[in-house]
């Protein structure tokens, strides 16, 4: 079992940058698979990037703009996100696979000028 908290959320101007934390309550060492998801109003909650001990993944809608990164030290999960569009506001969720996917709260992004 493992919980999330995400943080770093906030209003950011099209173009700009915001970095989000996802700050996991144990041990991140032995968790294989963390990613990010968001869920816009209306919208069903969409994959955005998966980092593992060897690898990342990125959808096509954030490839290139947005970077994903752990530190297991710092059991921390990270998403690095440049050029943002207007689109790209959402809810975004850290998630972690376990024995099974848990998520946290969810933090509040918004792109607009």
């Known amino acids: 079992q493992v919980q999330l908290v995400e943080s770093g959320g906030g209003l950011v101007q099209p173009g700009g940058s915001l970095g989000l934390s996802c700050a996991a309550s144990?041990?991140?060492?032995?968790?294989?698979?963390m990613g990010w998801y968001r869920q816009a109003p209306g919208k069903e909650r969409e994959w955005i990037a998966t980092?593992?001990?060897?690898?990342?993944l990125y959808a096509a809608s954030v490839k290139g703009r947005f970077t994903i990164s752990r530190d297991n030290a710092k059991n921390t999960a990270y998403l690095q996100m440049n050029s943002l569009k207007p689109e790209d506001s959402a809810v975004y969720y850290c998630?972690?696979?376990?024995?099974?996917?848990?998520w946290g709260q969810g933090t509040q992004v918004t792109v607009s000028s």
């Open positions: 144990r041990s991140i060492s032995s968790i294989n698979s």
């Open positions: 980092v593992t001990g060897t690898s990342t």
């Open positions: 998630t972690a696979f376990v024995d099974r996917r848990y």
